[in-house]
């Protein structure tokens, strides 16, 4: 089986992370607080961060959003038949638990990598809210890993040169 139905469990780990921040957040001057992902994507009705009280909401959104990609991939398969936990999760049913803040950004990223390649069989993944979604959660974490504020945003030759290994004594730029 190439998709199956992530396990509910994904989906409190990953709207845990999104409202309480990755254990291993950069914080650069106090007060700075993690920025979770807007809900929007997922809740047409709402804007704003996410928070505790959308988790159920926008968790059932999402565990909707992998069963319609996973039933897309075994269009022949009943929900109850589909590759994934047992019993088959109902996302009307789904109950958000919070994990807090125990995953790094790299890890929470592979998360939602996960997420992500299990519900983008259907064609419509591309422009879904979950997909949005998770763009900019893993946008949010990118700029929450630890050394992210205080990397280059721009390299000249010079600094690439004080930076960059030789190879035989010489770069290109030493010609």
């Known amino acids: 089986m190439s998709a199956y139905v992530v396990d509910p469990a994904h989906i409190d780990v990953l709207l845990s992370v999104a409202i309480h921040g990755p254990r291993d957040r950069a914080v650069r001057h106090p007060g700075d607080g993690w920025h979770p992902p ?10 704003g961060p996410l928070t505790a009280e959308d988790a159920d909401e ?15 991939r075994y269009p022949d398969d009943s929900l109850d038949e589909l ?11 789904y109950e958000w638990t919070d994990f807090g803040s125990f995953l790094t950004a790299i890890e929470a990223c592979l998360a939602i990598d996960g997420y992500g390649y299990q519900s983008c069989e259907h064609p419509g ?8 979604f998770c763009h900019r959660f893993r946008c949010a974490l ?16 010079e600094a690439a040169l004080a930076r960059a290994p030789r190879v035989g004594g010489r770069s290109r730029l030493d010609r």
């Open 38 to 47: 807007y809900v929007n994507e997922l809740l047409d009705d709402r804007s």
């Open 58 to 72: 926008a968790g059932r959104a999402l565990l909707a959003e992998c069963i319609e990609s996973v039933s897309y």
């Open 142 to 157: 990118v700029g929450a890993m630890p050394g992210y504020h205080e990397a280059r945003w721009h390299w000249t030759a």
């Open 83 to 93: 590759p994934g936990p047992r019993p088959m999760p109902r996302p009307r049913q």
């Open 125 to 132: 993944w591309n422009t879904s809210g979950p997909f949005w």
